[in-house]
C-alpha cells in the first residue's frame, strides 16, 4: 500500500522568494510521483512527474522537484515565486491503478 | 475544446433526493475517475473504470452507483443524499498505462450543496 504526507498544510511566503513545499511518501514497490497543481475554483493539474531516470525534474513554470529514494521524499521548490503561484499543490504517489494524493498545501504568496 | 467536462458546475439540493453528475472526456483515454474533494482539500478516490468495466471501488456508500455507458463517459448517481455528501466532486481520466505512470486529466468539478 502506498501513502503521501505533505508535512506543511499552509505556507505562506512573500512575492520573489523561494518556497519548499515538501512531501514525503511510503510504498513497497516501485512508484511513480507527480506534482499537482490546484488554482482557485479549478480542477487539479499536472505540475511535474517522477517516472525513472534524472532525479531532478522541472516544470515549464519555474519549479522543481528531487526524488530522494533513501529518504522517500518528493519535494517541490521554485526560487522564486509569483503572485500567480498562490494556489492548492497536491503530492501524489502512483502504483497499480490507483493514485494517491496528499492533502495538500496552500501555498500563498503576498505581495 | 474542454478535455475533460462535467455537468453541472453547481448542485445545490435537498436531504433525500437523487441527482446525478455527468462526466465526458475528449481525449480518447481509457480510464476514468470519480473523487470527493472534501472541505479541508482533502481529495480521495471513488471509484475508477477502465475501457467501460469498473477497477476500483473504494468504501463509498452503495448510495453512490458510477455508471459508464461508454468508454468517453462515466456518471455518478447518488441515491438519498445527506448533508455530508456536500463536497466538489473530480471526474478524472487517464490513458492506461504501466501501473499509474500517466497523468489525471481533471474536469473542472461539480460543488454539490446538501440542504
Known amino acids: 500500500a502506498q501513502s503521501v504526507t505533505q508535512l506543511d498544510s499552509q505556507v505562506p511566503v512573500f512575492e520573489e522568494a523561494p518556497v519548499e513545499l515538501r512531501c514525503n511518501y511510503s510504498?513497497?514497490?516501485?512508484?511513480?510521483l507527480f506534482w499537482y497543481v490546484q488554482y482557485p475554483n479549478q480542477g487539479l493539474q499536472l505540475l511535474l512527474k517522477?517516472?525513472?531516470?534524472?532525479?531532478l525534474v522541472e516544470s515549464i513554470n519555474g519549479f522543481e522537484a528531487e526524488f530522494n529514494k533513501s529518504q522517500t521524499s518528493f519535494h517541490l521548490r521554485k526560487p522564486s515565486v509569483h503572485i500567480s503561484d498562490t494556489a492548492e499543490y497536491f503530492c501524489a504517489v502512483a502504483g497499480g491503478f490507483k493514485t494517491i494524493f496528499g492533502a495538500g498545501t496552500r501555498l500563498f504568496v503576498k505581495a | 475544446d474542454t478535455a475533460v467536462s462535467q455537468t453541472p458546475k453547481y448542485l445545490v439540493t435537498q436531504m433525500g433526493n437523487d441527482k446525478s453528475i455527468k462526466c465526458e472526456q475528449n481525449?480518447?483515454?481509457?480510464?476514468m475517475y470519480w473523487y470527493k474533494q472534501d472541505s479541508k482539500k482533502f481529495l480521495k478516490i471513488m471509484f475508477s473504470?477502465?475501457?467501460?468495466?469498473?477497477?476500483i471501488n473504494e468504501t463509498v456508500p452503495n448510495r453512490f452507483s458510477p455508471k459508464s455507458p461508454d468508454k468517453a463517459h462515466l456518471n455518478l448517481h447518488i441515491n438519498s443524499l445527506e448533508l455530508g455528501d456536500s463536497a466538489v466532486y473530480f471526474c478524472a481520466s487517464s490513458q492506461r498505462g504501466l501501473a499509474g505512470a500517466n497523468e489525471q486529466f481533471f474536469g473542472p468539478g461539480t460543488r454539490l450543496t446538501v440542504l
Open positions: 517522477y517516472l525513472s531516470g534524472s532525479t
Open positions: 481525449l480518447g483515454h481509457d480510464t
Open positions: 510504498s513497497s514497490v516501485s512508484v511513480y
Open positions: 473504470y477502465n475501457n467501460k468495466e469498473l477497477i
